[in-house]
T-cell receptor
């Protein structure tokens, strides 16, 4: 079965620090990759997605992610975080054709201190 | 558009009680799904539907029933609630646009089973 690993469970950063959250998946075939964010008390929102093409994907709010097929990774980055980026971040993978059956990682809680 | 709506927001049940979590979307999406979110486990797919009258099981379907009589609605039924079903439940809807599908999540229902 496919699995998604997010190795950082909790991350604490100061404002303006750079962010990189790791995401690795276990599947050797074609994948669709996603990063979702959940702000406190809110529902999941899509940050960015990769289906094909340029492996460097830019999303909303200054986030980007790089798909490295050889490393089975899709790490999320942001050059300079803000207090408003405090949230939980989920990496997800779909390997299904047709309807997406998303497999989520366990999430990373990011706390940005002002 | 209201997007994906869920009711109720909070619910407390006693073991053995039954209830229905409501989910509706006004985006005319063909796909709908239910996930549960548990601490340290990310989101897991319970059931999904690829169209009215068509449903299928996800990763953790036991103890739950679904039906899809209309495009808009996708209720989740707990037949006999158990403490292990204490969780946050998210409904999502999506459509396939040119081979790319993006899931939109509702605000969630927090369920406590005593």
């Amino acid at each position: 079965a496919q699995s998604v690993s997010q190795h950082n469970h909790h991350v604490i950063l100061s404002e303006a620090a750079s962010l990189e959250l790791g995401c690795n998946y276990s599947y050797g075939g074609t994948v669709n990759l996603f990063w979702y964010v959940q702000y406190p008390g809110q529902h999941l929102q899509l940050l960015l997605k990769y289906f094909s093409g340029d492996p460097l994907v830019k999303g909303i709010k200054g986030f980007e992610a790089e798909f490295i097929k050889s490393k089975f990774s899709f790490n999320l980055r942001k050059p300079s975080v803000q207090w408003s980026d405090t949230a939980e971040y989920f990496c997800a993978v779909n390997v299904n054709t047709g309807f997406q059956k998303l497999v989520f990682g366990t999430g990373t809680r990011l706390l940005v201190s002002p | 558009n209201a997007g994906v709506t869920q009711t109720p927001k909070f619910q407390v049940l006693k073991t053995g009680q039954s209830m229905t979590l409501q989910c509706a979307q006004d985006m005319n999406h063909e796909y709908m799904s239910w996930y549960r979110q548990d601490p340290g486990m990310g989101l897991r797919l319970i059931h999904y539907s690829v169209g009215a009258g068509i449903t299928d099981q996800g990763e953790v379907p036991n103890g739950y029933n679904v039906s899809r009589s209309t495009t808009e609605d996708f209720p989740l039924r707990l037949l006999s609630a158990a403490p292990s079903q204490t969780s946050v439940y998210f409904c999502a809807s999506s459509y396939d646009f040119g081979g790319e599908e993006t899931q939109y999540f509702g605000p969630g229902t927090r369920l406590l089973v005593l």
